[in-house]
């Protein structure tokens, strides 16, 4: 039987708590809102260190992650409800997954 390798992902606190859960919930993955932690954290720092993914709308993590710092889901979705927001990761969660098998650190999702 293959051994499952377990990810985390960080989602950012202008993103829903129910991303949060619907990524915990996917097969080998954990996941925590940034509202859940503890705010004095440096969330960049924190992901450096445990090697999460973090799931973010803010530009600023683009800059943070240099050079490869941790992995970014830059989520470039404009202003949208958040129906369509889950409906589009579900959606592209298995290309994402993909990418960061390879290597792909930053991903784009539009």
């Keep these: 039987m293959p051994t499952l390798i377990v990810r985390s992902a960080i989602v950012d606190e202008q ?3 129910r991303l949060a859960r619907w990524v915990n919930s996917q097969p ?3 996941s925590v809102h940034v509202l859940d932690l503890d705010l004095s954290q440096d ?5 450096e ?3 999460s993914l973090i799931i973010s709308k803010d530009e600023d993590f683009v800059t943070l992650r240099m050079p ?8 470039r979705l404009g202003n949208c409800h958040n ?6 990761v579900a959606d592209q969660w298995p290309s ?6 390879r290597g792909v650190d930053l991903m784009e999702l539009r």
Excluded: N, V
Excluded at 43 to 47: D, E, K, M, V
Excluded at 96 to 101: K, P, T, V, Y
């Design 15 to 17: 993103l829903p708590r």
């Design 49 to 51: 260190q445990s090697k």
């Design 83 to 88: 129906d369509r927001l889950m409906a589009r």
């Design 28 to 30: 080998g993955w954990t």
């Design 43 to 47: 969330i960049a720092r924190t992901a």
């Design 68 to 75: 490869d710092r941790f992995p970014l889901l830059w989520l």
């Design 96 to 101: 994402i997954e993909s990418m960061l098998d």
